[in-house]
Structure formats: structure tokens, C-alpha cells
């Protein structure tokens, strides 16, 4: 059965189930690894990316419900992936994963899958699971998938219901580098790949600035996009300090987008931002980096109903009036109403009027909650690292 039912028997032939807090019941045909996980269900409308979404880290303890009805259908690489492994628990798709039909693919999408333990199901009605997302807030689920079709519903239901939620849980140290790193390798080439070494730059590599970014969850085309724009890329762990920040001689700081409620991250992250701001060196933010920012400079922020995720949001760029569109993922907004002194917004959000960046007056930091580095979705946004670069030189 396509739509949430309250019918606790599986359909005939059903290997895959969705079960929600209130008991309701989605059945389908599982994929990818065998078992049960328990999170958040949450909607993605890119059309393209599908390896990008589920390797983002910001998609940590969440299941993500595809718009687009064919997933899978390009196979999978070791090349599109935003981390080592995917991050996000599951996936929710409208058709069956056929055969891939792509140069690049390395294997199929649900070998991939299986390969990182990570549960599919497909031949659910996503579209209703968005409506129900739009209509309710993202509820919590347990996502399972059972070859032999003999599930527990009622204790799936159980650990639906006992699941605490996204709200006051601090996921940026799950997902965090715990070493740092000095990364390379700039954009990628149909014959390079992404390669391994910095990118040609006039004065070679210490003719470019020195960035530290705090790794919150980061996806790795930021770093690619930092090197694209001249920068010179040092990757610290969440906790890291400010003492250990500094250590490094940065020019500029950079804040990483991550999953989880930025109140809690906050309670080790803000402490060091506020330091950082101290020094008058440039400071740039992404999406949960956005967040922080805004709690180190005293805003606040709270959980969307709804969230925003896909690579087709409209941007209204307060400067001048122009549109971006781009690429979001996040549960979490900065709250418009009550920002400090001295704290511009610079972007909101044409869907439903949110913060979508703010810059200090006077000072070399801003943060935007979108993501300019795109992977998947649109470029229109790349220019910020260039400004980034700019005022770190």
C-alpha cells in the first residue's frame, strides 16, 4: 500500500515499511541493507544529487523522502559523495531502482546502500508523504526492511515513539572530523576527477589565504569551492579550540554547515565564535555556521515546521533585489524578528519570508543559511567564497 494506513498488516509481497509514532503504516518494497533504523522523515526536492544528499552530514539521524520519482536510475561512484559514508539513515522512493544507465557508475544504487548499511524503500507515494510533511511537521519513523516480510509493527511503532527528536540534540560531534586536516583538490574534471594537490595559484600555495574551517559536518564541496575561489584549506574537529584555532595562523575562519539543533552545538561552538570574532578576521558561515554565528552575536533560533531541503529555493538578495536560487538543507532558522544591533540581514528566503543571511556592520563577517557549493543543485551562489577570499587577502 502506497499511503500511511493504520492497518498493521503488510500487503502481499511488502519488504519494506515505514511505520510512524501514531501507528500508521506505509508499505513497500525494500532495498539496500536489511534491518530497522529509527529518525526524522524529511522531504528532498532536487532532482539530481541523490549520492550528494545522502553522504550530506546534515542529514544525520533523518530519512529522506526523493520528490523526484526515479532515484537510483545513474547508479553510484565513489566521486558524488559529500563524506566517507552517507549520513542519513534511509531513503524513501516513488519507482523501483532499475538497471544504472551511466558511464561513471561503479555499482547499483542498492548495492551502494547495502554496502553502508543504510535501508531504502520504494514504491511509496512520496508525494503524500510531502503533503503529510507539509500538512503535520516532520514526523518520527522507523524505516525497516525485511526480505521474508515479517515485521514487528508494534515495536517499530515503539521505537517510533520513544525517539526524542532533532530539538536539543547535539549532532555536529558525531559527524565531525576528530583530526585535523589540510585539505586539497579543487573542482571536479571529467579526466582528473577531483585530483589531490592544490589548484595552480599566482605565488603558489602561500600566495593563497589561509582558512580555518570548523568541520560542524561539513560536506566536502565547501573545501573544494574554498580552493576553487584561492583559498588555502585547514580543517579543524567541532571542539576544537580557540587556542588550537589560532595555532594555525589563520587569515579568515570558516563555519561549517551540520546536523542537529545549533542551541545545543552552541553551548562549546559559541564560546570560541565570539573569540574569533574578537580578532577582526574575516568570518564566513554556512547553514548550522549561519546558526551559530547568529547565537554567538545574540539572535535566536528555533526548529522549522517544515524545514527546507532541495536545489531549487528562491533567494531574495536584499542588497539588490536579486534572486538566488539554491541549495538547502536545514531544520533550524535564525529567527528574523529581535536581531541585535548591528546584526543586517542580507537574504531571505521567497518560499515563506525566513532568514537566509545576515552580516555584521562594519565588520568582514557574514553567514548565509543556504549553500552556495550547491553538489547537487544550482551555482548561482560560488560568488561568496570569492568575497570570502577577497577579504581574507
Request: contains cysteine; charged residues 25%; proline residues 7%.
Amino acid at each position: 500500500m502506497a499511503n500511511p494506513t493504520t492497518s498493521p498488516a503488510p500487503p502481499p509481497g511488502a519488504t519494506g515499511a515505514l511505520v510512524f509514532a501514531d501507528g500508521r503504516v506505509a508499505w513497500g518494497q525494500g532495498f539496500g541493507a536489511e534491518g530497522e533504523k529509527v529518525g526524522e522523515l524529511c522531504f528532498n526536492t532536487a532532482m539530481t544529487g541523490y549520492q550528494e544528499v545522502m553522504t550530506d552530514p546534515s542529514y544525520a539521524r533523518q530519512v529522506v523522502a526523493f520528490t523526484f520519482p526515479h532515484i537510483g536510475n545513474v547508479g553510484a561512484n565513489d566521486e558524488d559523495v559529500e563524506a566517507d559514508d552517507p549520513h542519513a539513515l534511509g531513503c524513501i522512493v516513488r519507482e523501483a531502482v532499475t538497471s544504472p544507465s551511466n558511464f561513471r557508475s561503479k555499482v547499483d544504487f542498492p548495492e551502494w546502500m547495502k554496502r553502508h548499511e543504510r535501508i531504502g524503500i520504494a514504491g511509496l507515494d512520496t508525494r503524500a508523504l510531502t503533503r503529510l510533511v507539509r500538512r503535520e511537521g516532520p514526523p518520527t519513523v522507523a524505516i525497516a526492511h525485511r526480505p521474508d516480510g515479517k515485521f514487528d509493527v508494534a515495536a517499530l511503532q515503539r521505537m517510533a515513539r520513544e525517539w526524542p527528536g532533532l530539538e536539543g540534540m547535539d549532532l555536529a560531534k558525531e559527524v565531525s572530523r576528530e583530526q585535523v586536516e589540510h585539505w586539497s583538490g579543487g573542482a571536479w574534471d571529467i579526466e582528473l576527477g577531483y585530483g589531490d594537490t592544490l589548484l595552480p595559484h599566482a605565488g603558489g600555495e602561500a600566495g593563497r589565504a589561509h582558512v580555518v574551517a570548523i568541520d560542524y559536518g561539513s560536506k566536502r564541496n565547501i573545501f573544494r569551492s574554498l580552493v576553487e575561489a584561492g583559498a588555502r584549506v585547514t580543517i579543524l574537529p567541532a571542539t576544537a579550540s580557540f587556542e588550537e584555532v589560532m595555532a594555525h595562523r589563520p587569515d579568515g575562519f570558516f563555519l561549517s554547515n551540520g546536523p542537529g539543533d545549533p542551541a545545543a552545538t552552541g553551548e562549546y561552538a559559541i564560546p570560541v565564535i565570539r573569540r574569533m570574532l574578537d580578532t577582526g578576521k574575516p568570518l564566513f558561515g554556512i547553514c548550522l555556521g549561519h546558526q551559530l554565528l547568529a547565537l554567538a552575536v545574540g539572535g535566536k533560533t528555533s526548529k522549522m515546521f517544515q524545514g527546507h531541503r532541495g536545489a531549487n529555493h528562491p533567494v531574495k538578495r536584499l542588497a539588490d533585489g536579486a534572486v538566488e536560487i539554491t541549495s538547502m538543507n536545514h531544520g533550524f532558522a535564525v529567527e528574523r524578528e529581535g536581531l541585535p544591533e548591528g546584526v543586517r540581514e542580507t537574504h531571505v528566503s521567497l518560499f515563506d519570508g525566513s532568514n537566509c543571511g545576515l552580516e555584521l556592520e562594519g565588520r568582514p563577517v557574514f553567514s548565509v543559511q543556504y549553500h552556495p557549493e550547491a553538489s547537487p543543485g544550482p551555482q548561482d551562489s560560488l560568488y561568496l567564497f570569492e568575497r570570502f577570499v577577497e577579504m581574507m587577502r
